[in-house]
T-cell receptor, first 112, second 112 residues
Framework: RKEVEQDPGPFNVPEGATVAFNCTYS??????FFWYRQDCRKEPKLLMS???SGNEDGRFTAQLNRASQYISLLIRDSKLSDSATYLC?????????????FGQGTTLQVKP | DAGVTQSPTHLIKTRGQHVTLRCSPI?????VSWYQQVLGQGPQFIFQ???????GRGNFPDRFSARQFPNYSSELNVNALLLGDSALYLC???????????FGPGTRLTVL
């Protein structure tokens, strides 16, 4: 079983749609959670950290369910510029290191 | 402020050769991590250094080594290159070992 699992997609949605990505992680001792965005042939960019209470940044909402070991990202009112690969990332932090475990990524294509 | 910088941007080598990749972290960041990303996959953790000491190592062979210098810049060395080492090599910096990580543009290595 992969340590971080995501549906690779692609998700093809029209502009203005709401889309949700899910991610599961295997290690219950995981400490920190993130969503990164990666454009084609570019580096990953931090989109948002994910907190236990859930957090929102404009059109983006991230939620964490520790009991189910599940992370989600919701994008409202999709824009063409949201087209990218979204990486679910977990820091298992067993010994205070920054070893980030990445999922395979979920590809989003927003169409006009 | 300058972000994470990496050099070179692209590199072509042949099997059996050696390569050195370089990374300069964001000013003030003391931790550098290295990741390998092959096409279609999320980045895989190779090493993390904090205050010039190795803090974490991923499942990579001993052909891979790294170090961090007093100015917090870092080098990743790969010996006896294999075709399978062809990938995008990403460097990420963070203030502390478990902190949020910010990625450089990467070095795209092709092994022929």
């Amino acid at each position: 079983r992969k340590e971080v699992e995501q549906d690779p997609g692609p998700f093809n949605v029209p502009e203005g749609a709401t889309v949700a990505f899910n991610c599961t992680y295997s290690n219950s001792a995981s400490q920190s959670f993130f969503w990164y965005r990666q454009d084609c042939r570019k580096e990953p960019k931090l989109l948002m950290s994910v907190y236990s209470s859930g957090n929102e940044d404009g059109r983006f909402t991230a939620q964490l369910n520790r009991a189910s070991q599940y992370i989600s990202l919701l994008i409202r009112d999709s824009k063409l510029s949201d087209s990218a690969t979204y990486l679910c990332v977990v820091n298992m932090n067993p010994s205070n290191t920054g070893k980030l475990i990445f999922g395979q990524g979920t590809t989003l294509q927003v169409k006009p | 402020d300058a972000g994470v910088t990496q050099s070179p941007t692209h590199l072509i080598k042949t099997r059996g050769q050696h390569v050195t990749l370089r990374c300069s972290p964001i000013s003030g960041h003391k931790s550098v991590s290295w990741y390998q990303q092959v096409l279609g996959q999320g980045p895989q953790f190779i090493f993390q250094y904090y205050e010039k000491e190795e803090r974490g190592r991923g499942n990579f062979p001993d052909r891979f080594s790294a170090r961090q210098f007093p100015n917090y810049s870092s080098e990743l060395n790969v010996n006896a290159l294999l075709l399978g080492d062809s990938a995008l090599y990403l460097c990420a910096s963070s203030l502390s070992a478990p902190g949020e990580q910010f990625f450089g543009p990467g070095t795209r290595l092709t092994v022929l």
